[in-house]
């Protein structure tokens, strides 16, 4: 069949990259892509945002199974317009995908099925925002742009005088644009993060092997949040008695509650998880794969994605058997430009691509880049995946950095102590 994948990111390549290779697929196209899914795929120079030019390449191509990437075509309804016109596509309708475009709805909908998250609150003004900060006790606050802020809408607070000045940066000074126009304030959680992700479609849940992500951008999970520094698959963390609870405790519940909702899921939710003394507890939901989790996750997957993820669209998830696993872990490391997550220099040309490449068990993914004059440079904040797989994980990381080693540009950095969290857990 021929497949379509939205979206231009390291998630999109690692789609790209796997559906090339599943039986099911004769042909891959992205749109728009980058320079390193244009050699698993024929890249279409064409905006995700304009959806009607979506549903009239996917209908002239002949499209058989469009999987989207990244959030905004989701909350934008993206899926809605080509279900309208009977044609197939991996993920959740506009609704939906409220349960990541707004962090307001998605606490409500854990609070109606009493799935395990923070205490929180809801505000549209600092003043009342002030309020509820003075009514407590002084500690700890994350306060969260209610809407989509390219995974940079979350602000990690001290104390009541910093969780006010991040109330004040989204809701007047309009940091995040829209996304601010309400702020979430919840209590902090303390423990390590999993990332889980499941295929949903009807009542099934099929989830992945779990992962573990690292948000902040310093070794050591110091400095600010990122879009995600680096990802390994499997964890420690989650043991399978673990894994037993969460999908019962938060995946089911949350699936449940979203139907009687009258906003019933399909496609991949992923559940950010803090595993607290307590127990697991949400701190946010998705509504598309990871990134930097699709990477490692996907590098594993051995059954066929393309069939996997036309089942789930069309309504037969519950047809497909059991998911086959590569047991070898495996290490993504993300490579970024100076300055990220702020402001940085795009168009340093990127050299050492084809050494690392040529590494056993080492797949680059392209995350922020372009092609110029014959030449791959940079073209974003996060700009490479480097993935590994490796007999254990301590060989995973090791090839992962090796292959780290053979690229250079100007600026390059990554952190260092990608996957070292599971000697702890």
Same mark, same amino acid.
């Given at each position: 069949?021929?497949? *379509?994948?939205?979206g231009?990111?390291?998630?999109?390549?690692?789609?790209?990259?796997?559906?090339?290779?599943?039986?099911?697929?004769?042909?891959?196209?992205?749109?728009?892509?980058?320079?390193?899914?244009?050699?698993?795929?024929?890249?279409?120079?064409?905006?995700?945002?304009?959806?009607?030019?979506?549903?009239?390449?996917?209908?002239?191509?002949?499209?058989?199974?469009?999987v989207?990437?990244?959030?905004?075509p989701?909350?934008?309804?993206?899926?809605?317009?080509?279900?309208?016109?009977?044609?197939?596509?991996?993920?959740?309708?506009?609704?939906?995908?409220?349960?990541?475009?707004?962090?307001?709805?998605?606490?409500?909908?854990?609070?109606?099925?009493?799935?395990?998250?923070?205490d929180?609150?809801?505000?549209?003004?600092?003043?009342?925002?002030?309020?509820?900060?003075?009514?407590?006790?002084?500690?700890?606050?994350?306060?969260?742009?209610?809407?989509?802020?390219?995974?940079?809408?979350?602000?990690?607070?001290?104390?009541?005088?910093?969780?006010?000045?991040?109330?004040?940066?989204?809701?007047?000074?309009?940091?995040?644009?829209?996304?601010?126009?309400?702020?979430?304030?919840?209590?902090?959680?303390?423990?390590?993060?999993?990332?889980?992700?499941? *295929?949903?479609?009807?009542?099934?849940?099929?989830?992945?092997?779990?992962?573990?992500?690292?948000?902040?951008?310093?070794?050591?999970?110091?400095?600010?949040?990122?879009?995600?520094?680096?990802?390994?698959?499997?964890?420690p963390?989650?043991?399978?008695?673990?894994?037993?609870?969460?999908?019962?405790?938060?995946?089911?519940?949350?699936?449940?509650?979203?139907?009687?909702?009258?906003?019933?899921?399909?496609?991949?939710?992923?559940?950010?998880?803090?595993?607290?003394?307590?127990?697991?507890?949400?701190?946010?939901?998705?509504?598309?794969?990871?990134?930097?989790?699709?990477?490692?996750?996907?590098m594993?997957?051995?059954?066929?994605?393309?069939?996997?993820?036309?089942?789930?669209?069309?309504?037969? *998830?519950?047809?497909?058997?059991?998911?086959?696993?590569?047991?070898?872990?495996?290490?993504?490391i993300?490579?970024?430009?100076?300055?990220?997550?702020?402001?940085?220099?795009?168009?340093?040309?990127?050299?050492?691509?084809?050494?690392?490449?040529?590494?056993?068990?080492?797949?680059?993914?392209?995350?922020?880049?372009?092609?110029?004059?014959?030449r791959?440079v940079?073209?974003?904040?996060?700009?490479?995946?480097?993935?590994?797989?490796?007999?254990?994980?301590?060989?995973?990381?090791?090839?992962?950095?090796?292959?780290?080693?053979?690229?250079?540009?100007?600026?390059?950095?990554?952190?260092?102590?990608?996957?070292?969290?599971?000697?702890?857990?």
């Open positions: 069949m021929k497949v *379509l994948v939205i231009q990111g390291g998630r999109e390549h690692a789609l790209v990259w796997k559906l090339a290779r599943s039986e099911s697929v004769s042909e891959v196209f992205c749109i728009p892509g980058n320079a390193g899914i244009a050699a698993d795929a024929t890249c279409v120079d064409l905006d995700i945002g304009d959806i009607p030019a979506l549903v009239s390449f996917a209908k002239d191509t002949s499209i058989d199974l469009t989207v990437g990244p959030e905004a989701l909350v934008d309804g993206l899926v809605d317009a080509f279900q309208s016109d009977d044609l197939s596509a991996f993920g959740p309708t506009a609704e939906a995908a409220a349960l990541e475009g707004s962090k307001a709805f998605a606490k409500e909908i854990m609070r109606r099925g009493n799935v395990p998250t923070a929180y609150a809801v505000f549209e003004t600092v003043a009342d925002a002030r309020h509820f900060l003075d009514d407590r006790e002084d500690q700890a606050w994350v306060v969260k742009a209610d809407g989509l802020a390219a995974g940079k809408g979350v602000l990690m607070c001290r104390n009541r005088d910093e969780a006010l000045v991040a109330v004040e940066e989204i809701l007047v000074q309009s940091a995040f644009g829209d996304a601010g126009r309400k702020v979430v304030i919840e209590q902090t959680l303390v423990g390590q993060e999993a990332s889980i992700l499941a *295929l949903v479609e009807g009542n099934t849940i099929l989830t992945l092997e779990a992962s573990q992500d690292h948000k902040r951008a310093g070794d050591g999970d110091t400095g600010p949040n990122t879009g995600g520094m680096g990802a390994y698959s499997p964890t963390l989650i043991t399978p008695e673990l894994m037993a609870e969460i999908e019962e405790r938060i995946l089911i519940p949350t699936v449940h509650t979203m139907k009687l909702a009258g906003t019933p899921f399909s496609g991949l939710l992923y559940a950010g998880l803090m595993i607290t003394k307590q127990g697991p507890k949400v701190l946010e939901y998705n509504v598309r794969f990871g990134d930097p989790e699709a990477q490692p996750v996907l594993r997957l051995k059954s066929d994605f393309g069939k996997l993820l036309k089942a789930a669209a069309d309504g037969h *998830l519950s047809d497909f058997g059991p998911l086959e696993w590569d047991p070898r872990p495996s290490v993504c993300v490579m970024a430009s100076d300055g990220y997550p702020g402001s940085y220099e795009k168009g340093h040309e990127i050299r050492g691509l084809a050494d690392a490449n040529s590494l056993d068990d080492v797949h680059v993914f392209h995350a922020g880049t372009t092609s110029e004059n014959g791959i940079t073209d974003g904040g996060r700009v490479l995946g480097i993935t590994a797989l490796g007999d254990e994980l301590a060989a995973a990381k090791q090839r992962a950095y090796e292959a780290v080693k053979c690229i250079r540009w100007e600026g390059a950095w990554c952190r260092k102590d990608i996957s070292d969290k599971a000697r702890q857990s």
